[in-house]
């Protein structure tokens, strides 16, 4: 079964840092590239983006407001990303998914990981 593991979600204070992980398995896998979104229940009708990797050059990008907070690498052997957030906000508070995108198989979702940053 195709799936994403995310790990590394959890609760901080604010001006603290999270690593979140997020490896597929059950197959072989075309990656085009691999990322991360979030979500704000009751708030954000639709995931919005953080971050995503191109999986051949390795080119980053980044949502406009992070403010270079937030750095997305990948392991091309384990076909993962990572997340490293630093500086971490209240604003931050989400559900954060991670996605890969396939060349043959198309989107997959990951299962979200809750990250809470406190005052």
């Known amino acids: 079964q195709v799936q994403l593991v995310e790990s590394g979600g959890g609760s901080v204070q604010a001006g603290g840092s999270l690593r979140l992980s997020c490896a597929a398995s059950g197959g072989t896998f075309n990656v085009m590239d691999m990322g991360w979104f979030r979500q704000i229940p009751g708030v954000d009708q639709d995931r919005r983006i953080v971050?995503?990797?191109?999986?051949?050059?390795?080119?980053?990008h980044y949502r406009d407001s992070l403010g270079g907070r937030f750095t997305i690498t990948r392991d091309h052997n384990k076909t993962a990303v990572s997340l490293q957030m630093n500086t971490l906000e209240p604003e931050d508070t989400a559900i954060y998914y991670c996605?890969?995108?396939?060349?043959?198989?198309?989107?997959?979702w990951g299962q979200g990981t809750q990250v809470t940053v406190s005052p």
């Open positions: 971050a995503r990797i191109s999986w051949r050059a390795g080119s980053a």
């Open positions: 996605y890969l995108d396939d060349y043959e198989r198309g989107r997959i």
